[in-house]
């Protein structure tokens, strides 16, 4: 059973900072493949915000690069981001799941991050 488990979100000032954490199990992808952050924030789709893979290659989208760091400790299939200088639009719904998404339908609840200004 594929479980995907978002935490470390919460309300917090601009400029702060929130660790977020995701456990998964129950698919092999979650250790042979990448893993990524989403953010989804009402009314709009979801976007792959950071993405790791098994040797350490990082990407980041242009918006939240240089803020956010995003790692992983493969043998317990958990994925982290650190998120610093957080600014309003990254108020979202943050989920984690496999790079690209489509290899795996699956989404866990997410966990919501708002930042107030």
């Known amino acids: 059973q594929v479980q995907l488990v978002e935490s470390g979100g919460g309300l917090v000032q601009a400029g702060g900072s929130l660790r977020l954490s995701c456990a998964a199990s129950?698919?092999?992808?979650?250790?042979?493949?990448?893993m990524g952050w989403y953010r989804q924030a009402p009314g709009q789709q979801r976007e792959l915000v950071a993405s790791?893979?098994?040797?350490?290659?990082?990407n980041y989208a242009d918006s939240v690069k240089g803020r956010f760091t995003i790692s992983r400790v493969n043998a317990k299939n958990t994925v982290y981001l650190q998120m610093d200088s957080l600014k309003p639009e990254d108020t979202a719904v943050y989920f984690c799941?496999?790079?690209?998404?489509?290899?795996?339908?699956?989404w866990g609840q997410g966990t919501q991050v708002t930042v107030s200004s």
């Open positions: 799941n496999v790079v690209p998404a489509s290899l795996q339908k699956y």
């Open positions: 129950g698919s092999i992808l979650f250790s042979i493949g990448a």
């Open positions: 790791l893979d098994t040797v350490g290659n990082a």
